[in-house]
């Protein structure tokens, strides 16, 4: 669906066509309406009730210009509060749309008017930024237009909108992966894999592994947390087939957007190689592949030229295995291609939680600064020497996954605490009041710098008993980065790099695997800056950030402490700020920060990509640099929305500015 502007906007268009001045340096206002609103959402597998724009999810793609000054009426027509984030887009910090940290929000019955300049071209997205109306259909498309036209020309354009959409309400899925976190895990180890790998392993070994996360209370099979969706395109399921048409030899642009709650995507055109030439909204120089990951809430611009008088499948197949979105590029309505089957899930291992076993021996778990709150996520089977029964776990409760405890374990010492709940519990624990959790109406917003109304984190297991998994300070100068030092290598561009692994994707694992027939897969190190978008300088400083998390409890977090437990990070305008990601949990996480560009550093200088979306596997260390040009407050977070609501979010706060208008290396922005 494409986007028709108000009245005031249309008419101005008139009058720059009938006056030749649409390339005009500067364009006028361009006035939009949106309004926010319950509907209907039918994915040809079932319908249930949701949230949208101007009557429909995904709403309108909204067509801005480069240098355009866009006006955008936002009308609430809900029961409750809401708010519209412009993701990816740069623009004042009162314009970026979210509660209590941009603004109030958009009570019910009310319009809120965004105005902000647009200073910048590609493909992004707006989504609600409010509890979990995003994952309940409150997302929509941008494309901006560059003034002098695509770098790269096509003779068709496609939005291709990913999302996926599941049969319970946001609420709901954040209160059942609180009871359970493995709730909505389909894929759960059967006694039959066992006997499967002591075929293929041998007893031993096959028996270790299955210690090894049962010490983790952690599955091999927790690659997505959130199963039993429906994989949508452009709002159409797998059967209802949403269809771009093309002529044989035309070249077609597919603007692919991950609006997902949860979902990475891995996307393939099965007899078509695509060659990307945008991410997440910025020009990089073509490469061409057969398959790419799609984090959630990246955006990738691909270039295909199907020459055949025949239909294609586009597949997206979710990273777990568990669900998939189809849809079809053909020269005619009504046509279709054969849809692949969905490849055998991977398994997690212990190689992506960085683990080397033979350099663990004698380690002193108990010095790690895991302290009474649980074990490190990157704390596998027990090495020698190791004292378990000094962990502090707490009282009570097995993993879901503990096989019999080691000869001399402990393991009713080791206790998920008070408050703490098993792997396998389904009733809370004794005295946790789930009603009171705030997971009912409204829930946790994704950027509330306080709990919503009525949530109470002391009794979530958060507290004595029920600390994170990193949730206490790491002992003195260890650096959990380092934690696999035997089988770790610093790469070129000095992200911590696993041997023989890609060090974005992890795809040793097999978390990542080979295209079909052998063909080559798009990885972070394959991208390059069209243009730079800042001089080279060296960064002024670097803030670590451990991503951290419980899985047995559902709480996510960034240096083991909570959002609403947290300091904001402080930045001062005009510095450069090197970010270090170190991922300690099973997860991988889809990083963004908000009003500034994040230079994802592949080891390539002043050509680095720069992204609004940094995705981190697994057991990975990953850097980025940001230009501090953006003064305000903004949100930073995992873009998965459950983890961001369970803690893994941080406010930031740029301190000082420009004396005067002045035009920084980089993007225009708007001082105010």
Not at 126 to 153: C, L, M
Not at 229 to 257: A, D, H, S
Not at 419 to 432: K, L, N, T, V, Y
Not at 542 to 565: A, C, F, P, V
Request: charged share 20%; glycine share 12%.
């Amino acid at each position: 669906m494409n986007w028709i502007p108000g009245r005031s906007s249309l008419a101005l268009t008139v009058m720059a066509l009938g006056f030749g001045l649409a390339q005009s340096a500067t364009l006028q206002a361009g006035t939009y309406d949106l309004s926010v609103d319950r509907v209907t959402i039918d994915t040809g597998d079932f319908t249930k009730t949701g949230i949208g724009y101007n009557g429909a999810s995904p709403g309108p793609v909204l067509r801005f210009a480069e240098g355009e000054d866009v006006v955008i009426n936002v009308t609430n027509n809900l029961d409750e509060s809401t708010s519209i984030h412009w993701h990816g887009l740069i623009l004042p910090f009162q314009m970026d749309g979210v509660p209590k940290i941009s603004f109030d929000g958009i009570a019910p019955g009310q319009t809120f008017t965004y105005r902000f300049p647009i200073r910048q071209t590609g493909t992004y997205w707006f989504h609600s930024h409010t509890g979990f109306q995003e994952p309940d259909g409150a997302f929509g498309a941008i494309v901006i237009t560059p003034k002098s036209g695509e770098a790269i020309a096509s003779d068709r354009d496609y939005v291709v909108q990913l999302t996926d959409k599941h049969p319970h309400s946001g609420d709901r899925i954040m209160r059942n992966l609180k009871l359970m976190p493995d709730y909505y895990n389909r894929k759960q180890r059967t006694l039959g894999d066992f006997f499967d790998d002591v075929a293929s392993k041998g007893f031993d070994a096959t028996l270790a592994d299955r210690a090894a996360w049962g010490e983790m209370r952690m599955m091999p099979t927790d690659i997505e947390d959130l199963q039993g969706f429906t994989g949508l395109i452009n709002g159409k399921g797998p059967e209802q087939n949403w269809t771009g048409i093309f002529k044989p030899g035309e070249k077609v642009r597919l603007r692919f957007i991950n609006s997902s709650a949860m979902t990475y995507y891995d996307l393939r055109i099965p007899g078509l190689q695509m060659t990307v030439v945008q991410a997440d909204g910025n020009d990089v120089k073509p490469v061409t592949v057969d398959e790419l990951r799609i984090a959630v809430a990246e955006t990738y611009d691909v270039i295909v030229q199907p020459k055949e008088d025949r239909a294609y499948t586009i597949f997206a197949e979710s990273m777990g295995r568990s669900g998939f979105a189809r849809g079809t590029l053909a020269p005619r309505p009504g046509m279709v291609a054969d849809v692949p089957e969905l490849r055998p899930a991977s398994l997690l291992t212990m190689s992506d939680m960085g683990m080397d076993h033979g350099s663990m021996a004698g380690m002193d778990h108990a010095a790690m600064g895991h302290g009474t709150g649980g074990m490190s996520q990157a704390e596998a089977a027990p090495a020698a020497g190791m004292d378990h029964a000094a962990m502090g776990h707490g009282t009570g409760g097995t993993s879901q996954a503990d096989p019999a405890p080691a000869q001399g374990m402990d393991h009713a010492a080791m206790g998920h605490g008070t408050g703490g709940m098993s792997r396998a519990d389904s009733p809370p624990a004794q005295g946790m009041d789930h009603a009171a959790m705030g997971h009912g109406t409204g829930g946790m917003s994704q950027a509330d710098s306080t709990p919503a109304q009525g949530m109470d984190h002391a009794a979530m297991g958060h507290g004595t008993g029920g600390m994170s998994q990193a949730e206490a300070a790491p002992a003195a100068g260890m650096d959990h980065s380092k934690m696999d030092a035997a089988a770790m290598r610093q790469g070129a561009a000095g992200t911590t790099e696993r041997a023989g692994q890609d060090p974005f994707y992890a795809k040793g694992s097999g978390l990542l695997p080979s295209a079909a027939n052998g063909g080559k897969v798009l990885s972070y190190a394959d991208l390059r800056a069209a243009r730079p978008l800042y001089p080279e300088r060296a960064p002024t400083r670097e803030i670590e950030l451990r991503l951290t998390g419980n899985m047995e409890r559902y709480s996510w977090s960034i240096n083991g402490i909570k959002y609403e437990d947290a300091e904001p990070i402080r930045l001062k305008y005009g510095e450069r700020v090197r970010f270090k990601f170190v991922n300690e949990t099973m997860m991988t996480h889809p990083m963004h920060l908000h009003g500034m560009w994040s230079i994802l550093d592949v080891g390539a200088g002043q050509w680095n990509p720069v992204k609004h979306v940094v995705s981190v596997a697994p057991g990975t260390t990953l850097y980025m640099e940001t230009e501090v040009d953006a003064p305000g407050q903004w949100a930073f977070h995992c873009h998965l929305s459950y983890h961001a609501a369970s803690g893994m979010f941080r406010k930031v706060i740029v301190e000082g500015g420009p004396k005067k208008a002045v035009q920084i290396a980089g993007p225009q922005r708007s001082e105010g």
